[in-house]
T-cell receptor, first 112, second 112 residues
């Protein structure tokens, strides 16, 4: 099956902990993204990664960092979570020249 | 800068009602406009793409058009069903920039 796969589906953690979310795409795409979706369903792009070029949304706090081992994987690390980090994190990918973006099912983070 | 505005946060309809969701856009470039749909527990997925003003795109009973004169684009369906309950996003890509600019989403609730 070709798609975007995210793990875990859910994660509950305490303030100050470090978390890491995994994302893998088997679509052969060369660009990957991380989005944050808040409780009002607002989508905000956090990072895009294309051919080893990282583009960061300047509003993203520095405790967030993407990690890529190859063009099929883009993980997301949060160094010290805050309550406002509770959200759904969506990983996505697209091919160069192709306008369609494919999303994973998301990882729901709850910070207590 | 480039922007997309989606004013309707939530729309509640009964089965067989007519659906109309509108977005406005602003750009000095050449836009390609999209509608994505997100069902519960899933990531957003492409519903329709419209690249030429006044041309219609259609998929799964939905139609999309855009009006260059009023810089607006809309999504419509003649007769909604309960399975159409989802969040609908409009989005824009400008020129060859692969980044999407997203509307804030419209939650469609279908009363049984």
């Amino acid at each position: 099956e070709t798609a975007v796969f995210q793990t875990p589906n859910y994660h509950v953690t305490q303030v100050g902990n470090e978390v890491s979310f995994n994302c893998k795409q088997t679509l052969g795409h060369d660009t990957m993204y991380w989005y944050k979706q808040d409780s009002k369903k607002l989508l905000k792009i956090m990072f895009s990664y294309n051919n080893k070029q990282l583009i960061v949304n300047e509003t993203v706090p520095r405790r967030f960092s993407p990690q890529s081992s190859d063009k099929a994987h883009l993980n997301l690390r949060i160094k010290s979570v805050e309550p406002e980090d509770s959200a759904v994190y969506l990983c996505a990918s697209s091919a160069r020249g192709n306008t369609e973006v494919f999303f994973g099912k998301g990882t729901r983070l709850t910070v207590v | 800068g480039d922007s997309v505005i989606q004013m309707q946060g939530q729309v509640t309809l009964s089965e067989n009602d007519f659906l109309f969701i509108n977005c406005t856009y602003s750009t000095t470039g050449y836009p390609t406009l999209f509608w994505y749909v997100q069902y519960s527990g899933e990531g957003p997925q492409l519903l329709l793409q419209v690249t030429t003003a006044n041309n219609k795109g259609s998929s799964r009973g939905f139609e999309a058009t855009y009006d260059k004169g009023t810089t607006s684009f809309h999504l419509q369906k003649t007769s909604v069903q309960e399975i159409d309950s989802a969040v609908y996003y409009c989005a824009m890509r400008v020129d060859s920039n692969y980044q999407l600019i997203w509307g804030s989403g419209t939650k469609l609730i279908i009363k049984p």
